[in-house]
């Protein structure tokens, strides 16, 4: 039997599916920004996104393809919740 292959595109969120993907020894994780795939994007959507995300958190995961595991000013963090399940 081959083995299983799928190609998945997604704007990298914190969700358990994503964490369980990138936890997989089997995955391959290819990265790319939205500056990365200007060519294939209309000028008009490119600068638009741009101008409206950049600089900021939502931009980095946006346009930088960034994993953003906390909101800023949380009373509580996403990695304390782990490692207190791990105990």
Known sequence: MDPIRVVVTTTPKPIKIIRELIADPTT?????????????????????????????????????????????GALWHREWQHARSRR
């Open 28 to 72: 391959l994780i290819t990265r790319g920004s939205t500056y990365d795939n200007r060519a294939n994007l209309a000028p008009a959507f490119l600068a638009q996104i741009v101008r409206k995300h950049e600089g900021t958190r939502l931009g980095r995961q946006e346009l930088n393809a960034e994993i953003l595991d906390d909101v800023p």
